[in-house]
C-alpha cells in the first residue's frame, strides 16, 4: 500500500492550495484519512482527519480555513487550505488507516504519504 501526496508549492499570504493524496495497492477498505503537518524544528502536529462516513475533525489553528474532503471511490483525500499564513508553512503528511489483505490474513495498520512542501510567503 502506498500513498501519494501532491499539491503543494509556494504560495502568497492570503492565498488557497488544495492538497491531494491518494491511495494504491492491496486495499479492503480505507477507514480514518487525514493530514498533519511538521514544520521546520517543530513536532509533526494533527491538521484534519475525516472517518469513512465523512465525519471531520480540525486543528483550532485551521478551523474555518481549511477542508478536509474525500472520494472514497478513488480512495483520495484532499485538504482545501484557504486564507493560508506564514505559519502555515510546513510539510504536510497525508495518513490513512487501511485493512490490508496480506499472505497471512488481513490486517488495519496507518499508512503515511511522502509528504509535500508548502510555503506561505508574507
Known amino acids: 500500500v502506498q500513498l501519494q501526496a501532491c499539491g503543494g508549492g509556494l504560495v502568497q499570504a492570503g492565498g488557497s492550495l488544495r492538497l491531494s493524496c491518494v491511495a494504491s495497492?492491496?486495499?479492503?477498505?480505507?477507514?480514518?484519512m487525514g493530514w498533519y503537518r511538521q514544520a521546520p524544528g517543530k513536532q509533526r502536529e494533527l491538521v484534519a482527519t475525516i472517518t469513512s462516513g465523512g465525519s471531520t475533525n480540525y486543528a483550532d489553528s485551521v478551523k474555518g480555513r481549511f477542508t478536509i474532503d474525500r472520494d472514497n471511490a478513488k480512495n483520495t483525500v484532499y485538504l482545501q487550505m484557504n486564507s493560508l499564513k506564514p505559519e502555515d508553512t510546513a510539510g504536510y503528511y497525508c495518513?490513512?488507516?487501511?485493512?490490508?489483505?496480506?499472505?497471512?490474513?488481513?490486517?488495519?495498520?496507518?499508512?503515511w504519504g511522502q509528504g509535500t512542501l508548502v510555503t506561505v510567503s508574507s
Open positions: 495497492g492491496s486495499i479492503i477498505t480505507i477507514n480514518d
Open positions: 495518513s490513512a488507516a487501511i485493512l490490508t489483505r496480506f499472505f497471512w490474513g488481513q490486517s488495519t495498520r496507518a499508512y
